[in-house]
């Protein structure tokens, strides 16, 4: 079975014209599940009316057709890549060749420049090395950096205090006490 790509179906104000591939593949599957209903579908698959399901079912169909008629005409992965290598190579406009190699070099993640000492590290790595500069006492077992410090507990002002306490009194005589 091939795992066919989504076609993008163009832009419009209604729904109709949004790439609903994720109720294609719902479809699909209760299709392939023996559910032809299209109201069972409908229900399945969210959608508000009947012709909805018929138009996901249509964009479903012209998809396939779509992909048969690219492999029919020799256009695959390799037709691309072949395409993109002749055009790298024996352009005569250097704009078009490097083009090219950047569209290489984004299929292989090589698109953003990294100095050589970020590459490779994660958020773990730059904690560690930020608790190694500042702190006290490190303890460094299993990978886990310990630190003694002394917490502050910040005071509670008077009025917060009469605050609590009265809603406290509220509570009591609202539920009874406990």
């Known amino acids: 079975m091939n795992n066919n790509k989504p076609v993008t179906f163009a832009q419009g104000k209604f729904n109709y014209y949004r790439n609903d591939t994720y ?21 399945i698959a969210g959608l508000s009316k009947v012709a909805d399901v ?40 250097e704009v078009v060749r490097l083009a090219g190699y950047q569209t290489f070099l984004k299929s292989l993640g090589l698109d953003k420049y990294e100095k050589q000492e970020d590459q490779g590290k994660g958020w773990e790595e730059a904690i560690l090395e930020i608790s190694e500069v500042g ?7 299993n990978g886990i950096i310990e630190c003694e410090y002394e917490v502050k507990v910040p005071e509670v002002p008077a009025s917060e205090i009469k605050r609590r306490e009265k809603e406290d009194s509220a509570g009591k005589d609202l539920y009874g006490e406990n």
């Open 23 to 43: 109720v294609q593949n719902i479809l699909l599957k209760a299709l392939t599940q023996g559910v032809t209903d299209p109201h069972e579908l409908k229900k």
């Open 135 to 141: 702190g006290k006492d490190k303890d460094k077992r």
């Open 54 to 93: 018929y138009r996901s079912l249509d964009k479903l169909s012209i998809r396939k057709e779509y992909h048969e008629a690219l492999s029919k005409n020799g256009i695959d992965l390799s037709f691309i890549v072949n395409g993109l290598k002749e055009l790298s190579q024996n352009s005569k406009s």
